[in-house]
Structures are given as structure tokens and as C-alpha cells.
């Protein structure tokens, strides 16, 4: 986040800047002052379009659901095939990339995958998922 004063058409305006730079995407906007009020209000605004409130001591709320975290040689369950299918293979955690990102193991073969596609897995053979999504049968 910067804040700067360009002249244009002859006229000082203050702009702030703010940038999410785990995505590149900026936004700008016209302040009236440089007041710390005005600053805050300004962000306000912008967290909340993308569903992220400012608490009253000052820590961030994203309302993201956190999921549940995986750790290297946990048993796991993960999506292998296009979103399409229902599909979920058992395998285990080899290696944590990024928070986010892991290298798992299934069936001797590795893959990388997101948190998204590997769930918990507390199952230790082939069985139905309450939602109805199959798992396939582990060799």
C-alpha cells in the first residue's frame, strides 16, 4: 500500500494505492487527505469487497474457511482426475511444497496437488464417503 500526490490538469490529487500482491491485482483510489481516518475508511471499503473485514483491534478477518492441515506421512485421500470426476484415490503426504501445495504419493507414483484436492483420510480401505463420492480400492 503507497500513498502519493500526482498533479493533474494542474491539480494536486492524493491517491492511495493498494496492491494484493499475492495476485498482482491493485486497486486506486482518490483520497480527499492523507488523515490516517480517511486511509482506514478507504481500505474498509476494499476488504470488504473481497469479503475481508478489519476487526476492532486491528487484525484481519478474511472469513475463509481454514482447512484441515496436512502433515508429511499422513494418510490422505486425493482428487487425481479432472473436476468432472467423483473420484478420490487413497495415498500419503511425502512432502509439503508450499503451505498450500503438496507432493503426495498414490500407488507408487507421486503427485502434486493442492490442498483443495487431498482430504483427511480415515479410511483404510475402499468405502463410500457420506456426500457419495467414490474412493478407489487401494492394490
Known amino acids: 500500500m503507497d500513498a502519493c500526490e500526482i498533479e493533474v490538469e494542474n491539480k494536486k490529487r492524493k491517491y492511495l494505492i493498494t496492491v ?7 486497486e486506486i483510489d482518490e483520497l480527499k487527505d492523507f488523515s490516517g481516518k480517511t ?3 478507504i481500505c474498509k471499503r476494499n476488504f470488504a469487497r473481497h469479503c475481508i473485514t478489519l476487526l ?5 478477518n478474511t ?10 506421512g499422513q494418510e490422505v485421500i486425493v482428487k487425481l482426475k479432472s ?6 484415490s487413497p495415498g500419503v503426504i511425502q512432502e509439503e511444497l508450499t503451505d498450500r501445495s503438496f507432493i503426495v504419493n ?6 502434486r496437488r493442492n490442498e483443495n484436492h487431498i482430504k483427511q483420510s480415515p479410511y483404510n480401505q475402499t468405502t463410500e464417503l457420506s456426500t457419495g463420492e467414490g474412493i478407489e480400492k487401494k492394490p
Do not use: A, I, M
Open 39 to 41: 486511509t482506514v475508511e
Open 56 to 60: 476492532r483491534n486491528g487484525s484481519l
Open 106 to 111: 498414490v500407488r507408487g507414483k507421486t503427485f
Open 20 to 26: 494484493d500482491h499475492y495476485s498482482d491485482f491493485y
Open 63 to 72: 472469513g475463509v474457511r481454514k482447512l484441515p492441515e496436512l502433515n508429511v
Open 83 to 88: 473436476e468432472l470426476s467423483n473420484k478420490w
